[in-house]
């Protein structure tokens, strides 16, 4: 198999990370490219935890009829200026 680089830039990064890396040009874009991979499927397990969170806090507001907002929690706790009372 052969990966022919013929943009100077992305040549220029590719060195770059390798140097940083102490390793190939090969094994750098390998890291980069399994990197960029994660970071893409990464939305979709955040939007899972995302979902998981919200729904246990509904079930803490259930659970808690009188739990007072956020908002009301940051005025009681903070002045208008955001500083502590």
């Keep these: 198999m ?5 943009n100077e830039e992305v040549y220029r990064l590719a060195r770059k ?3 940083q ?3 190939s040009m090969t094994e750098a874009v390998r890291v980069a490219l399994e990197q960029a991979i994660r970071r893409n499927e990464s939305p979709t397990e955040l939007e899972q935890r995302r979902t998981q969170v919200h729904t246990l806090l509904k079930e803490i507001r259930l659970a808690i009829p009188n ?3 956020m908002r009301e929690i940051d005025e009681e706790m903070y002045d208008e200026m ?3 009372r």
């Design 2 to 6: 052969a990966l022919n680089i013929k």
């Design 17 to 19: 990370l390798a140097d």
């Design 21 to 23: 890396l102490g390793v």
């Design 67 to 69: 739990m007072p907002s």
């Design 82 to 84: 955001g500083l502590p």
